[in-house]
Structure formats: structure tokens, C-alpha cells
């Protein structure tokens, strides 16, 4: 049974519950003097502060530790309550470069600093908590005015620019519960819980401090306004951070530098915002990135994602999207992740001279060639991994060909718009498997976040249920009566040609007769591929359980909702088949999508070996490629074990 997932509202009350961001603010606004056991100087310690360059307002509104140490304090000017701790370790202020904690050189208002920081050079530092061992260090001001909740609690339009998905945002907001809310504008009571729960996590974060973590290190950076710096994170040589958080643990280092500016956003761990990127109004979810003078403006970037160069603008991207040239990302709900944006692309098209209040959703997987030019208003959800060429310009359209290739149109043809490109269904699947297989493989391999879920499968059942639509679709144009005057208006030198009126979902696009048959091939294989799968891992199931293995195809076989999905399609794909037969199908296409995927790889090892003279020495063969080599010798390894498998049943 499936477990009932909870509402929005409820997600944000546990997390808050949970929350070791909100203990540790909590932590920060405890640390009053009596918690530290702090007291007050005695006449030598003034003395000796004196005598070291030191000055306050009032001596005694500025509290120690029982073991301080006046030595360790050098030319600062104190002014409200400052309070400090004991400074005898010694820190490591760059690799290698170890220095004397102690405080120096700062004017210093209404601050407490934890044992064993260093803080040094600092114009002003006002209203703020330092931890512990933190290194803050060549600063501006760093200050807190008035009361702030670190960039918790805005709405933001995640997938829309001119508004109308408005998602309020908090600290640990992650891209499931975004899409949640972004995505059903129906269910008002929802929304409001969940901005409400919002609400309330952002009221337990509000605060009238500016915190620096323990272990953190802040350097080099002009200005840093009503900000929350997390333990072990780093910001150096940043431009300005303002009404933010930044989330970090020594584990998972959070890195905020090299001019980048940071305003009225969250920064979730493993993080980096570096090299002069602009964010504004968004949340940066674990292990994401923004650098290269990139801007990220009220979007939400999803883990293992990256911005770089470009331009994202009320955007909600899921998991492992590339965005890593000068491009331009505008409106786009991408939940789903894993695609890319390529040099030059302009996903941005949403203004209609009347409002920018056009969007793109565009599915899983996606990839955006150079250059391509992509009008608003699309949705290729049900389209996912497929590409858009290099160059093309698209029209408004809603695909549903999964894995398809749209390309620049090479001839003309009677009652097909001269705007419409060329579409090849599946052909991802036929032509550039390679490529699919080899980004499932990476994302598992690269995914460092801990505190999100997400599959890596991509032949699973939603997918695959969108193959067979699609197919299903192809093949309905052949059984359809052609009459000769259909004939005479959609012929070419390849056939019949399609567009969306002959078959529905192919887009604002045409098909030729041989894309259509094709198609129908690659979709054909991997829905087979993908159920024989599921048989062998049944079939392995009962082998090792002791359950009858000769009842796993018949009706009332009892396994899991996954397998009685294969099941239906193995009956109806393979009628009439045994148990053996299927496993030899199974061993005979596994080996074809191993020669299939060196197939795809070995067509750039042969063009680039007619262009480039020396391209043999200076790239690695597909046959020596690791992943070629290992979807090789997985395929060898299933034959093996189908073979042992037969000697049991």
C-alpha cells in the first residue's frame, strides 16, 4: 500500500520541527551573557586594552570570558553590548598560514564573539552573533538593522514572469514541494495552509542578529546586511550579501565568493554562488550553482544544477539541469530536471507585446541545442529527452513524441506551414541512445545531495506508458483509409508526410513516412526491452524466494504494481511466448542496445575522423569508451546469468 504523502503544509511543519537551521538561530539568540557565564572586565583587563589602542563607550557593557585574555584584543572601538570569548587556539587562516585567534582592529556595536574566532580588520560590525573558531576577516560592514528573517517567507512566481505561481519560499524549500505548489492553482485552501505554514517557520527564524556560524569564514567582502552565514560556510571576496541565508555544515561547505552577490535568497549546502554571479529572490537547493556572471532572478534551482553565463528568470529547475553558456532561461516549470541549455539558446520567448505571461514547461530530460529559439507558449512534459536542434526557432506547441528529435525542415511541402520543423519520434532511442543511458548513469554517480529523492531510471513505468501513447498514435495513421487526393497533398520523395491534424501530438512540426516508421521501431524495442527486464527480475525474485516461477505471467500471479505493468505488456507484446523464449529475447536485444550504444558513439569517432587529421590520437576510440565497455560487458554478464537462469526452470 501506498503511503499517503503529506500536504505541502504538513512538509514544511515537519521540517520546521526538525529544522538544525532554525536550532542553531535559535542557539544564536540564546547566547546571552549569563548562558556564556560571562562577566565583567576588571580595572587591569580596561587597562591593558587601553594600553593596546582599545576604546569603548561604556566599559562596562563589554563582558568576557572567565579566561580572557586582554592581549588578544588590539585597536578596536566598542560601543553597546559586545561580548568575548577566550582566545588561546591558534587558526588556520589560509592553507597552511596558521594565526593567533583574538579580535583586532574592529568597531564593534552589540556583537558577541564565540571562542576562538578571529576577527580582524572589519569596518563595522554591528548586531551580530559570531561563533565559535569562525574567521571573519578584511569585511566592510557587517550589521544587522532591525528585525530580519534572512530571506524567509516572499512569494515568489516560480514558471511565471508576469506572476500567477506564486510560491512562498523558506529555507528549506525543496523542488517537489515547489512544484506542488507552483503547478495547482486550483486548490486554494492548499496554497493558503502552506503559506501559511510558511509563515510560521519564517516568524521561528525571524531574528534581530546577524549570525557567522561556528568554523565559518567570512572574508574580503564590502557588505553583509541582515544575513545568516551557516557553520563551515565560506565567503570571501563576495560583492554583497543581503536578507539572506546561507546553509552550511563543515560537511557540506557552502562557498559565496569571487564578487558574486546574494540578495533576499536562500543558499541551501553544498552550494556555490562565485566569479561575479548575480541572485536575487530564489533558493538555490543543495549542491547547485551559480557562477560566471551568470543571474538568477526569483527562480528556484534545483540540486545538482548549475547556472553559468546565462540568464534565469521565474524559473523553477529541477535536479542535474546544464546551463553552462551564455543563454537565457525565462517562465520555464521544469520540475523534472536533467536536460540542457546550450550556448546561445533563447528559451525566453513569453512576451506577446501585450505582457511577458508566457510559459514553458519543458519536460524531462529536454535538451536545447545552440542557438535555438523557442516561442512560448510549449509544454513537453509528455515529450521527455527529447532534442531541439541547433538554430531552429519553434512555434507555440504541446509534443507528446517522448525522445524525438525536432530539426530544421530540408524541403518544402503542399499545406504544411513554412514555419513548421521537422520531427523524428524516438529518435533519441534509435539514432542516440548513447547519450540517454550515459546521463542516466552520470546523475547516479554525481548526485551528491542527501536530502532530496529523486530516480535516475529513465525506462520506467510513466515513461514508458508515454512511449506507448505515442506509438500507439503512429500506428493509427496507417490503419486510417488515404485517399488519392490525401495522397497528392501530404506526398514527398519520403512517403506521406503528417502534421499535428494527421497525428495528434506531433506539434507544431511534420513527419515523414519513414520518421513515422522508425518511430514505431524505437519505441517498439525499448517497451519490450524494458518489460523483458522486468520478467528476469521477477524470475530472479521467485528463483531466490522459492516461489513457483511457472505462475509469474498468469492472471492471478500477485507481485507489485511495477511488475504487473511488464506483465500486461509481455502478454500483449509477446503473445504466445514461453518463459524461455522470452529470456532468449531478452539476451538477444540486450546485446543489440550494447551494439546500438557503440553505434551511436563510433558515428563521432568517423566524422570527426574525416574532418580532423589527427583526431584518432587525441580522442579515445568508442570501443575503449568506459561506458561503450560497460553496457558491453553488462550485456555479456546478462546473457550469462539468463543462461543459468534456463538451467533452473
Same mark, same amino acid.
Given at each position: 500500500? /501506498?503511503?499517503e504523502i503529506?500536504?505541502p503544509?504538513e512538509?514544511?511543519l515537519?521540517?520546521?520541527?526538525?529544522?538544525?537551521?532554525?536550532k542553531s538561530?535559535a $542557539?544564536?539568540?540564546?547566547?546571552t551573557?549569563?548562558?556564556?557565564g560571562l562577566?565583567?572586565l576588571t580595572t587591569?583587563? %580596561?587597562t591593558a586594552l587601553?594600553?593596546q589602542?582599545?576604546?569603548?563607550?561604556e566599559?562596562?557593557r563589554?563582558?568576557?570570558?572567565?579566561?580572557?585574555n586582554p592581549h588578544k584584543?588590539?585597536?578596536c *572601538?566598542f560601543?553597546g553590548?559586545?561580548?568575548l570569548?577566550?582566545?588561546k587556539?591558534r587558526?588556520e587562516?589560509?592553507r597552511g598560514v596558521m594565526i593567533?585567534?583574538?579580535?583586532?582592529?574592529?568597531?564593534?556595536k552589540?556583537?558577541?564573539?564565540g571562542?576562538n574566532a578571529f576577527?580582524?580588520?572589519?569596518?563595522l560590525?554591528a548586531?551580530?552573533?559570531?561563533?565559535?573558531? $569562525?574567521?571573519v576577516e578584511g569585511?566592510?560592514?557587517i550589521?544587522?538593522?532591525?528585525e530580519t528573517?534572512?530571506?524567509?517567507?516572499?512569494?515568489v512566481?516560480?514558471?511565471l514572469?508576469a506572476g500567477?505561481?506564486?510560491t512562498?519560499i523558506?529555507?528549506?524549500l525543496?523542488?517537489e514541494l515547489a512544484?506542488?505548489i507552483?503547478?495547482?492553482?486550483?486548490?486554494?485552501k492548499?496554497i493558503?495552509?502552506?503559506e501559511?505554514?510558511v509563515?510560521?517557520?519564517?516568524?521561528a527564524?525571524?531574528?534581530?542578529i546577524? +549570525?557567522?556560524?561556528a568554523?565559518?569564514i567570512?572574508?574580503n567582502?564590502?557588505?553583509?546586511l541582515n544575513?545568516?552565514i551557516?557553520?563551515?560556510?565560506?565567503v570571501?571576496a563576495a560583492?554583497?550579501l543581503?536578507?539572506?541565508?546561507?546553509l552550511?555544515?563543515? $560537511?557540506?561547505r /557552502?562557498?559565496i565568493?569571487?564578487?558574486?552577490?546574494l540578495r533576499?535568497s536562500?543558499?541551501?549546502w553544498?552550494?556555490?554562488?562565485?566569479t561575479?554571479?548575480i541572485v536575487?529572490?530564489?533558493?538555490l537547493?543543495?549542491?547547485s550553482?551559480?557562477d560566471?556572471h551568470?543571474?538568477?532572478?526569483r527562480s528556484?534551482?534545483?540540486?545538482?544544477s548549475?547556472?553559468?553565463?546565462?540568464?534565469?528568470i521565474?524559473?523553477?529547475?529541477?535536479?542535474?539541469?546544464g546551463?553552462?553558456?551564455?543563454?537565457l532561461l +525565462?517562465?520555464?516549470f521544469w520540475?523534472?530536471g536533467k536536460?540542457?541549455?546550450? *550556448?546561445?539558446a533563447?528559451v525566453?520567448?513569453n512576451?506577446t507585446?501585450?505582457?511577458?505571461?508566457?510559459?514553458?514547461?519543458p519536460?524531462?530530460?529536454t535538451?536545447?541545442?545552440?542557438?535555438?529559439?523557442?516561442?512560448?507558449p510549449m509544454d513537453? /512534459?509528455?515529450?521527455p529527452?527529447?532534442?531541439?536542434?541547433?538554430?531552429?526557432?519553434?512555434l507555440?506547441?504541446?509534443?507528446?513524441?517522448?525522445?524525438?528529435? %525536432?530539426?530544421?525542415?530540408a524541403?518544402?511541402f503542399t499545406?504544411?506551414?513554412?514555419a513548421y520543423?521537422? +520531427?523524428?519520434?524516438g529518435?533519441v532511442?534509435g539514432?542516440?541512445i548513447?547519450?540517454?543511458?550515459?546521463?542516466?548513469?552520470?546523475f547516479?554517480?554525481?548526485?551528491?545531495?542527501?536530502?532530496?529523492?529523486?530516480?535516475?531510471?529513465?525506462?520506467?513505468?510513466d515513461?514508458?506508458e508515454?512511449?506507448?501513447?505515442?506509438?500507439a498514435?503512429?500506428?493509427k495513421?496507417?490503419l486510417?483509409?488515404?485517399?488519392?487526393?490525401?495522397i497528392?497533398?501530404k506526398s514527398?520523395l519520403?512517403g506521406?508526410?503528417? +502534421?499535428d491534424?494527421?497525428?495528434p501530438?506531433?506539434?507544431?512540426?511534420f513527419?515523414?513516412?519513414?520518421a513515422r516508421?522508425?518511430?514505431?521501431?524505437?519505441?517498439?524495442?525499448y517497451?519490450?526491452? *524494458?518489460?523483458l527486464?522486468?520478467?528476469?527480475?521477477?524470475l530472479?525474485?521467485?528463483l531466490?524466494?522459492?516461489?513457483?516461477h511457472?505462475?509469474?505471467?498468469?492472471?492471478? *500471479?500477485v507481485?507489485?504494481?511495477r511488475f504487473?505493468?511488464?506483465?500486461?505488456?509481455?502478454l500483449?507484446?509477446?503473445?504466445?511466448?514461453?518463459i524461455?523464449?522470452?529470456l532468449?529475447?531478452?539476451?538477444t536485444?540486450s546485446t543489440?542496445?550494447?551494439d546500438?550504444i557503440?553505434?551511436?558513439?563510433e558515428?563521432?569517432d568517423?566524422r570527426?575522423a574525416?574532418?580532423?587529421?589527427?583526431?584518432?590520437?587525441a580522442h579515445?576510440? $568508442?570501443?575503449?569508451d568506459?561506458?561503450?565497455?560497460?553496457?558491453k560487458?553488462?550485456a555479456?554478464?546478462?546473457r550469462?546469468?539468463?543462461?543459468?537462469?534456463l538451467?533452473?526452470?
Open positions: 500500500m /501506498t503511503p503529506p500536504s503544509s512538509q514544511v515537519r521540517l520546521m520541527r526538525r529544522s538544525d537551521y532554525l538561530i $542557539a544564536a539568540k540564546a547566547a551573557r549569563e548562558a556564556r562577566r565583567m587591569d583587563e %580596561i587601553k594600553d589602542h582599545n576604546a569603548a563607550e566599559w562596562s563589554v563582558w568576557v570570558s572567565k579566561d580572557f584584543v588590539v585597536g *572601538y560601543s553590548d559586545v561580548d570569548g577566550v582566545f587556539e587558526i587562516l589560509e593567533g585567534t583574538g579580535v583586532y582592529n574592529c568597531d564593534l552589540d556583537v558577541s564573539v571562542d576577527v580582524s580588520n572589519n569596518t560590525i548586531n551580530c552573533y559570531i561563533g565559535a573558531r $569562525a574567521i569585511c566592510g560592514s550589521v544587522c538593522a532591525g528573517m534572512y530571506g524567509n517567507g516572499p512569494r512566481s516560480l514558471g514572469e500567477g505561481r506564486e512562498a523558506f529555507a528549506e525543496t523542488v512544484k506542488r507552483a503547478s495547482f492553482r486550483r486548490d486554494r492548499t493558503d495552509d502552506y501559511l505554514a509563515e510560521m517557520y519564517s516568524r527564524a525571524a531574528s534581530r546577524g +549570525i557567522i556560524e568554523n565559518a567570512v572574508k567582502t564590502p557588505k553583509i544575513c545568516y551557516g557553520a563551515g560556510a565560506q570571501d560583492t554583497a543581503e536578507n539572506s541565508s546561507v552550511s555544515n563543515v $560537511a557540506e /557552502t562557498h565568493g569571487s564578487g558574486a552577490f533576499d536562500i543558499v541551501q553544498g552550494s556555490f554562488v562565485e561575479h554571479a536575487q529572490s530564489s533558493v537547493c543543495e549542491y550553482g551559480v560566471s551568470a543571474k538568477v532572478t528556484l534551482v534545483g540540486p545538482n548549475s547556472v553559468s553565463c546565462g540568464e534565469c521565474s524559473s523553477l529547475l529541477g535536479p542535474f539541469v546551463f553552462h553558456h551564455q543563454a +525565462i517562465s520555464a520540475p523534472e536536460g540542457n541549455i546550450g *550556448y546561445g533563447n525566453g520567448s512576451h507585446s501585450k505582457a511577458p505571461d508566457q510559459e514553458i514547461w519536460g524531462e530530460g535538451f536545447f541545442g545552440l542557438g535555438a529559439n523557442i516561442k512560448f513537453f /512534459t509528455q515529450a529527452y527529447s532534442i531541439i536542434a541547433s538554430g531552429i526557432s519553434t507555440p506547441q504541446r509534443c507528446t513524441m517522448p525522445f524525438s528529435l %525536432i530539426t530544421v525542415r524541403e518544402h499545406g504544411v506551414s513554412p520543423n521537422e +520531427i523524428l519520434p529518435w532511442l539514432d542516440n548513447f547519450a540517454v543511458l550515459r546521463n542516466e548513469r552520470k547516479a554517480i554525481r548526485n551528491k545531495a542527501t536530502r532530496s529523492e529523486f530516480g535516475y531510471e529513465v525506462f520506467r513505468q515513461i514508458v508515454l512511449m506507448i501513447n505515442a506509438r498514435a503512429l500506428q495513421v496507417a486510417e483509409p488515404q485517399t488519392p487526393e490525401r497528392a497533398a514527398s519520403h506521406l508526410v503528417y +502534421i491534424k494527421d497525428v501530438g506531433l506539434g507544431k512540426n513527419m515523414k513516412e519513414s516508421l522508425e518511430g514505431i521501431e524505437a519505441y517498439t524495442f517497451i519490450r526491452l *524494458y518489460a527486464k522486468g520478467l528476469r527480475l521477477e530472479r525474485f521467485c531466490k524466494t522459492g516461489r513457483d511457472s505462475r509469474v505471467l498468469k492472471p492471478d *500471479y507481485s507489485n504494481s504487473d505493468h511488464e506483465r500486461a505488456l509481455i500483449s507484446e509477446f503473445p504466445g511466448k514461453s524461455p523464449d522470452l532468449h529475447e531478452l539476451a536485444m543489440k542496445m550494447a546500438d557503440l553505434l551511436s558513439k558515428k563521432d568517423f570527426g574525416r574532418i580532423i587529421p589527427d583526431y584518432d590520437l579515445i576510440h $568508442a570501443a575503449n568506459r561506458f561503450v565497455v560497460t553496457a560487458n553488462e555479456e554478464e546478462l550469462m546469468e539468463i543462461e543459468e537462469m538451467k533452473k526452470i
